[in-house]
Antibody, heavy 121, light 109 residues
Framework: QVQLQESGPGLVKPSGTLSLTCAVS?????????WNWVRQPPGKGLEWIGEIYHSGSTNYNPSLKSRVTISADKSKNHFSLKLSSVTAADTAVYYC??????????????WGRGTLVTVSS | DIQMTQSPTSLSASVGDRVTITCRASQSISSYLNWYQQKPGKAPKLLIY???SLQSGVPSRFSGSGSATDFTLTISSLQPEDFATYYC???????????FGQGTKLEIK
């Protein structure tokens, strides 16, 4: 059973950089899956941030691309998110999720529990 | 980008009711459509992928249908544990730009 667990500071100052890590257990990030970040502002809907493959290939949401970096550490079996120049609008629960292809269809089958990050001085 | 619009945004129903939630894409996405259930304080859970394929372990009262721009999620007989928010999500975009609907909150009548 694959499990994902987010970790990182729960409070980030405006204009700072949000940094989170997602630890993967029960499976390897070197497997044939993509590893994603999704966020959800309080009381609002879901927004896809981006994804990484173990080869290092990444895809990002165009609306966040200029501020986002997703990286992976195969030796630690985890992947990370950095979001720069944060504002209050970046306050959200951040989820990591595994993306899988089945017969060409792509979906998120395993999710972490999520971690709330608040941007405030 | 592809916009996903769900209707209704909220819905009240009773245990045992048949419920249908609709998701419309701003352009054709073939069958690249997934459905998730989210309960308060919890991560989303995959219910349906590829518009109509039931994820392993999900009860058969959940079903999905549709193609191109119009999709539906149906719960054949509501159970108490089904009261939650439901999201559709498209995975058609290339390069990837996965987008979700705004959600449908299913409440107890």
């Amino acid at each position: 059973q694959v499990q994902l667990q987010e970790s990182g500071p729960g409070l980030v100052k405006p204009s700072g950089t949000l940094s989170l890590t997602c630890a993967v257990s029960g499976g390897s990030i070197s497997s044939s899956h993509w590893w994603n970040w999704v966020r959800q502002p309080p009381g609002k809907g879901l927004e896809w941030i981006g994804e990484i493959y173990h080869s290092g290939s990444t895809n990002y949401n165009p609306s966040l691309k200029s501020r986002v970096t997703i990286s992976a550490d195969k030796s630690k079996n985890h992947f990370s998110l950095k979001l720069s120049s944060v504002t209050a609008a970046d306050t959200a629960v951040y989820y990591c999720a595994r993306g899988v292809y089945t017969y060409g269809h792509y979906y998120f089958d395993y999710w972490g529990r999520g971690t709330l990050v608040t941007v405030s001085s | 980008d592809i916009q996903m619009t769900q209707s209704p945004t909220s819905l009240s129903a009773s245990v045992g009711d048949r419920v249908t939630i609709t998701c419309r894409a701003s352009q054709s996405i073939s069958s690249y459509l997934n459905w998730y259930q989210q309960k308060p304080g919890k991560a989303p859970k995959l219910l349906i992928y590829a518009a109509s394929s039931l994820q392993s372990g999900v009860p058969s009262r959940f079903s999905g249908s549709g193609s191109a721009t119009d999709f539906t999620l149906t719960i054949s007989s509501l159970q108490p544990e089904d009261f939650a928010t439901y999201y559709c999500q498209q995975s058609y975009s290339t390069p990837p730009e996965y987008t979700f609907g705004q959600g449908t909150k299913l409440e107890i009548k």
